[in-house]
């Protein structure tokens, strides 16, 4: 079973349009880290966001914000106002605390294709 | 900072043959790993060390070796090359600590794009 879902492989949106990536993590684990990157046409993996287990405050930097729900185990990423250089493949990761190694386990990614 | 920094970034191999992927990071983190990411599958875990000396398997270890040289450099080395192991390989960093952290986030390389004919 994946540890981390994203059930959305891929979403296509108009410019300006607001879009919700969805990530739903499973773990036993009391202490666990979420991030999400993101991986623009050009390859490689930018960190956008890390939240540990015991902060559930929601946040939101200029068009991007994250909504983390304990109760649902999900780690949700909206981009507002999505413009054309939001496109990419967006991965939500889970790093678990258990055997001590926190071992970063990614979704298997969602496209998002902003058109003009 | 350099970050994380691999090598080569393409290569092309034909079956059977071996090659390295090297990779250093100048961040001093205890923790690196090896990814591979294939279309739909996301990033999966080939290998990883905890710690300098320490190397275990990940999810999908089969037609590969690791060395983990020092606390800077890890490397991943291909022996007998398959066509299923056409991918683009991804090394990554983090200060991941035993027990309740603090952790940071992984920290990844540029990518090699390797094709096997």
Redesign the interface.
């Given at each position: 079973a994946q540890k981390v879902t994203q059930a959305q492989t891929e979403i296509s949106v108009v410019e300006k349009e607001d879009v919700t990536l969805d990530c739903v993590y499973e773990t036993r684990d009391t202490t666990y880290y979420l991030f999400w990157y993101k991986q623009p046409p050009s390859g490689e993996l930018v960190f956008l966001i890390r939240r540990n287990s015991f902060d559930e405050q929601n946040e939101i930097s200029g068009r991007y914000s994250w909504n983390f729900q304990k109760s649902t185990s999900s780690f949700n990423f909206t981009i507002t106002a999505s413009q054309v250089v939001d496109s990419a493949v967006y991965f939500c990761a889970l790093s678990e605390g258990s055997g001590g190694s926190y071992i970063p386990t990614f979704g298997r990614g969602t496209s998002l294709i902003v058109h003009p | 900072n350099a970050g994380v920094t691999q090598t080569p970034k393409f290569q092309v191999l034909k079956t059977g043959q071996s090659m390295t992927l090297q990779c250093a990071q100048d961040m001093n983190h205890n923790?690196m790993?090896w990814?591979r990411q294939d279309p739909?599958?996301?990033?999966?875990?080939i290998y990883?060390s905890?710690s300098e000396g320490t190397t275990d398997k990940?999810e999908v270890p089969n037609g590969y070796n690791v060395s983990r040289l020092n606390k800077r450099e890890f490397s991943l080395r291909l022996e007998s090359a398959a066509p299923s192991q056409t991918s683009?390989y991804?090394c990554?960093s983090?200060e991941?600590?035993?027990?309740?952290?603090p952790?940071?986030?992984?920290?990844?390389g540029?990518?090699t794009r390797l094709t096997v004919v």
């Open positions: - | 923790s790993y990814y739909g599958m996301g990033l999966r875990l990883y905890a990940g683009v991804f990554a983090s991941a600590k035993y027990g309740r952290g952790n940071t986030e992984a920290f990844f540029q990518g």
